[in-house]
């Protein structure tokens, strides 16, 4: 176990100095995305008449944007990863390592989660003052967020493989981001009868729809959408995992960790 605390140290560490490196790049993250949110709910304000009071639908679609901001940051982490470290002739290297690929991309994953959380508190504390809107912030919701983050590094090591196999993923990057901003944003605890649980089986819904519930509604934790949401977290992310390893030995098999 000390080993892989070490690894961990180590890449944080790592991220710490590339973050500070280059810190126009995060101050840039941080405006573009607020005043993308900005821009969309100023141009919502506007359509729907100066006497419109969005209440709480405001605050759950607060709740998915910033959601989808942070699982985009864990989704991308792996994947681009992989193809800064092929494209600087580095990879064969990395994986010389003695971690196994899967521990050592993860490691470095949570280490630049750490620091972009950070990046994602500040984001919603723009957003919550440019917009009025008032959240909770009991403890309870640490159990949705780890659910949803269990999925994100689920998505994030099925990307990853895709990275590995066929190099070049950036469109599907970019159409993966529409895709998790329905499923972050979507209230699929709202739909009715049969749908709702369908919505609910989706990646990561479970854990966002009860984020929305505690944050926004002030409602307690339902215990059968936790376990399932915990559930579907645990499933993706050992799914991820799986096809990850399958996916290192089959580029190795192939000799192509190395090309682009």
Same mark, same amino acid.
């Given at each position: 176990?000390?080993?892989?605390?070490?690894?961990?140290?180590?890449?944080?560490?790592?991220?710490?100095?590339?973050?500070?490196?280059?810190?126009?790049?995060?101050?840039?993250?941080i405006l573009i995305t607020t005043f993308f949110f900005y821009a969309l709910f100023a141009g919502a304000q506007y359509v729907a008449g100066p006497a419109?009071?969005?209440?709480?639908?405001?605050?759950?679609?607060?709740?998915?944007?910033?959601?989808?901001?942070?699982?985009?940051?864990?989704?991308?982490?792996? /994947? &681009?990863?992989?193809?800064?470290?092929? #494209?600087?002739?580095?990879?064969? @290297?990395?994986? *010389?390592?003695?971690?196994? $690929? !899967?521990?050592?991309?993860?490691?470095?994953?949570?280490?630049?989660?750490?620091?972009?959380?950070?990046?994602?508190?500040v984001i919603l504390g723009v957003i919550l003052l440019l917009t009025g809107s008032r959240l909770r912030f009991p403890p309870a919701l640490v159990l949705?967020?780890?659910?949803?983050?269990?999925?994100?590094?689920?998505?994030?090591?099925?990307?990853?493989?895709? /990275? &590995?196999?066929?190099?070049?993923?950036? #469109?599907?990057?970019?159409?993966? @981001?529409?895709? *998790?901003?329905?499923?972050? $944003? !979507?209230?699929?605890?709202?739909?009715?009868?049969?749908?709702?649980?369908?919505?609910?089986?989706?990646?990561?819904?479970?854990?966002?729809?009860?984020?929305?519930?505690?944050?926004?509604?002030?409602?307690?934790?339902?215990?059968?959408?936790?376990?399932?949401?915990?559930?579907?977290?645990?499933?993706?992310?050992?799914?991820?995992?799986?096809?990850?390893?399958? /996916?290192?030995?089959?580029?190795?098999?192939?000799?192509?960790?190395?090309?682009?």
């Amino acid at each position: 176990m000390m080993p892989v605390i070490h690894l961990f140290w180590a890449e944080l560490k790592r991220a710490w100095i590339q973050y500070i490196r280059y810190p126009a790049e995060a101050l840039g993250g941080i405006l573009i995305t607020t005043f993308f949110f900005y821009a969309l709910f100023a141009g919502a304000q506007y359509v729907a008449g100066p006497a419109s009071q969005f209440g709480k639908r405001l605050d759950a679609v607060v709740i998915g944007y910033v959601l989808w901001t942070l699982v985009i940051f864990v989704v991308n982490d792996i /994947a &681009l990863n992989l193809q800064v470290e092929a #494209q600087t002739g580095t990879l064969e @290297q990395v994986l *010389l390592s003695p971690f196994s $690929a !899967a521990t050592l991309f993860l490691a470095r994953a949570c280490a630049s989660l750490v620091l972009r959380f950070s990046i994602v508190v500040v984001i919603l504390g723009v957003i919550l003052l440019l917009t009025g809107s008032r959240l909770r912030f009991p403890p309870a919701l640490v159990l949705p967020l780890v659910s949803v983050v269990l999925g994100a590094y689920g998505f994030s090591f099925l990307l990853g493989s895709a /990275a &590995l196999i066929w190099k070049r993923i950036q #469109q599907l990057l970019i159409i993966s @981001q529409f895709g *998790l901003l329905f499923l972050l $944003a !979507a209230p699929t605890e709202e739909w009715p009868g049969s749908l709702r649980w369908l919505g609910q089986s989706l990646p990561m819904t479970a854990g966002a729809g009860l984020l929305r519930d505690v944050m926004v509604r002030e409602a307690g934790l339902d215990p059968v959408r936790l376990i399932m949401a915990l559930t579907s977290g645990v499933f993706y992310f050992g799914l991820g995992l799986l096809t990850f390893r399958r /996916a290192v030995r089959a580029a190795k098999r192939r000799g192509i960790l190395g090309s682009q």
